[in-house]
């Protein structure tokens, strides 16, 4: 079964400073891994994802994550953060093995990212 | 390029009662999926939508049921209403479901129920 976990509930961090939003996953095969960020009663937002190839990858906005097979984890990454990046981030899995028999996105519980002025 | 459109953004119900909620996907897309997602929580997988059939289903119970127009809007139905089904309910579109596409995702329609 497909699971992700995000296991800080909450970063903080102060404008300028690098970010890192933790994810890691279990999946059976290779995953496809995404990022989305939430706004207050806003829908979700594509960051960025990885479906193969370099291990890091560049999304929207200069965010970056790098994805570590031995590890299991796919971490968000910004070199400086600014306070318009506080929001609600996600992290999302699909096994694209399991995809073909009818299982789709695992998203993870998310967490709330403060950027401090 | 109008984006993933939902309607109607807010919602109040009692238990008991039905809902329908609508969505209409980002241009050039033709596949839609339904998410649930409760507060504080992350959403979680209702069910997919490709050429007017479901495809995929989640964990959810068959009072959540949908359909997928020729033009590939869809609407969600929840029958029954219970307290538990206050939610966020997120529209998502991709093009042709296959499993690397990225979905993009509507703002929402948020339904309470009394």
């Known amino acids: 079964a497909q699971s992700v976990a995000q296991p800080e509930d909450q970063v903080n961090v102060a404008e300028g400073n690098p970010l890192t939003v933790k994810c890691t996953y279990s999946v059976s095969g290779n995953p496809y891994l995404f990022w989305y960020v939430q706004y207050p009663n806003r829908g979700l937002q594509f960051l960025l994802k990885?479906?193969?190839?370099?291990?890091l990858v560049k999304g929207s906005y200069g965010f970056e994550a790098e994805f570590n097979k031995s590890q299991t984890s796919f971490h968000l990454k910004k070199p400086s953060a600014l306070v318009s990046d506080s929001a609600l981030y996600f992290c999302a899995v699909r096994d694209p093995y399991a995809y073909n028999y009818g299982q789709n996105f695992v998203f993870g519980p998310g967490t709330r990212l403060s950027v401090l002025p | 390029d109008a984006g993933v459109t939902q309607s109607p953004t807010h919602l109040i119900k009692t238990r008991g009662q039905q809902v329908t909620l609508r969505c209409s996907p980002k241009s050039g897309h033709d596949t839609v999926s339904w998410y649930q997602q409760a507060l504080g929580q992350g959403p979680q997988f209702i069910f997919q939508y490709y050429e007017e059939e479901e495809r995929q289903r989640g964990n959810f119970p068959d009072r959540f049921s949908g359909h997928q127009f020729p033009n590939y809007s869809s609407e969600l139905n929840v029958n029954a209403l219970l307290l538990g089904d206050s939610a966020l309910y997120l529209c998502?579109?991709?093009?042709?479901?296959?499993?690397?596409?990225?979905?993009?995702f509507g703002p929402g329609t948020r339904l309470l129920v009394l």
């Open positions: 990885y479906i193969t190839g370099d291990n």
């Open positions: 998502a579109s991709s093009s042709s479901g296959q499993s690397q596409e990225t979905q993009y």
